[in-house]
Nanobody, 123 residues
Framework: QVQLVESGGGLVQAGASLRLSCAAS????????MGWFRQAPGKDRDFVAA???????TYADSVKGRFTISRDNAKNTVYLQMNSLQPEDTAVYYC?????????????????WGQGTQVTVSS
């Protein structure tokens, strides 16, 4: 059974940093596209960043230069380093996995989701 478990969310002030982690189990991690999505109250779930199984990385324009995604295949873990956080980054952040090779997928394409971790940025 595939499980994705996120951690690292919290309440911070604008300009601060957080590091999210997603530990995966029950899958061959290195074969999976791994991504982060976020959903603010009353809004759709949006793409944030992803790393393909070949290591190619993509970012949403809104987080380029501030967020960094990385994966450790030996630990079956994907990370999201978030710097210079702003109130508009406030959302529930979800880890996502898909057994496929592309560098971007929409939320409807994702095979597995984590339970989400809340990130709240105060002004």
């Amino acid at each position: 059974q595939v499980q994705l478990v996120e951690s690292g969310g919290g309440l911070v002030q604008a300009g601060a940093s957080l590091r999210l982690s997603c530990a995966a189990s029950g899958l061959t991690f290195s074969r999976y596209f791994m991504g982060w999505f976020r959903q603010a109250p009353g809004k759709d779930r949006d793409f944030v960043a992803a790393t393909s199984r070949s290591g190619t990385i993509t970012y949403a324009d809104s987080v380029k230069g501030r967020f960094t995604i990385s994966r450790d295949n030996a630990k079956n873990t994907v990370y999201l380093q978030m710097n210079s956080l702003q109130p508009e980054d406030t959302a529930v952040y979800y880890c996502a996995a898909k057994l496929a090779s592309r560098t971007y997928y929409s939320p409807n394409d994702i095979d597995y989701w984590g339970q989400g971790t809340q990130v709240t940025v105060s002004s």
